[in-house]
Antibody, heavy 122, light 106 residues
Framework: QVQLVESGGGVVQPGRSRRLSCAAS????????MHWVRQAPGKGPEWVAV????????YYADSVKGRFTISRDNTKNTVYLQMNSLRAEDTAVYYC???????????????WGQGTLVTVSS | DIQMTQFPSTLSASVGDRVTITCRAS??????LAWYQQKPGKAPKLLIY???TLESEVPSRFSGSESGTEFTLTISSLQPDDFATYYC????????FGQGTKVEIK
């Protein structure tokens, strides 16, 4: 069965960096685009970034552009989110999510991980 | 960006009630709209995509429709497992979500 397991969350000071990982299993990882989506406490989800199945294209939300970098290692079935210059407003649960391949769109998600909480605070 | 305005923010209902949740888009697009259900501490679960296509294994009491820039999620007969928060999401462009509707017990 499809499994996505995020890790790397925790408390980080403003201005510092953090790298999140998402380990995938149960499907052909190298054939799927992957997203990061975050959800601040008590708020709706917010899309963060997407990476194409082969890493050839990456797109970011304006709120993180220039600070966050999405990458993947298809030999390790893992997608990453490098977060730099963190701000208090980046505090959220970060989910990785798989592109819903049958939808005809790269921007719909079918499977999500359980999420990892990042708290930006001094 | 396409903004999604979702209402109501909270809805109190009883088991067996018919429930309707609406999302209004800031600009017109065709059908690239999904609905998710989220329970506390869990990731969102996809219910409906392409405005009205039911995801596999989602009960048939859930349905979706569209009219112009308005999209509607209907639960025909609310069940105990349906008390949760619901979000719409457009995927016509970079994804954006509605603010959510919490369905609570009346």
């Amino acid at each position: 069965q499809v499994q996505l397991v995020e890790s790397g969350g925790g408390v980080v000071q403003p201005g510092r960096s953090r790298r999140l990982s998402c380990a995938a299993s149960g499907f052909n990882f190298s054939g799927y685009g992957m997203h990061w989506v975050r959800q601040a406490p008590g708020k709706g989800p917010e899309w963060v970034a997407v990476i194409w199945f082969d890493g050839s294209n990456k797109y970011y939300a304006d709120s993180v552009k220039g600070r966050f970098t999405i990458s993947r290692d298809n030999t390790k079935n893992t997608v990453y989110l490098q977060m730099n210059s963190l701000r208090a407003e980046d505090t959220a649960v970060y989910y990785c999510a798989r592109v819903y391949d049958r939808s005809g769109s790269a921007f719909l998600f079918d499977y999500w991980g359980q999420g990892t909480l990042v708290t930006v605070s001094s | 960006d396409i903004q999604m305005t979702q209402f109501p923010s909270t809805l109190s209902a009883s088991v067996g009630d018919r429930v309707t949740i609406t999302c209004r888009a800031s600009q017109t697009f065709t059908s690239w709209l999904a609905w998710y259900q989220q329970k506390p501490g869990k990731a969102p679960k996809l219910l409906i995509y392409k405005a009205s296509t039911l995801e596999s294994e989602v009960p048939s009491r859930f349905s979706g429709s569209e009219s112009g820039t308005e999209f509607t999620l209907t639960i025909s007969s609310l069940q105990p497992d349906d008390f949760a928060t619901y979000y719409c999401q457009q995927y016509n462009t970079y994804p954006t979500f509605g603010q959510g509707t919490k369905v609570e017990i009346k």
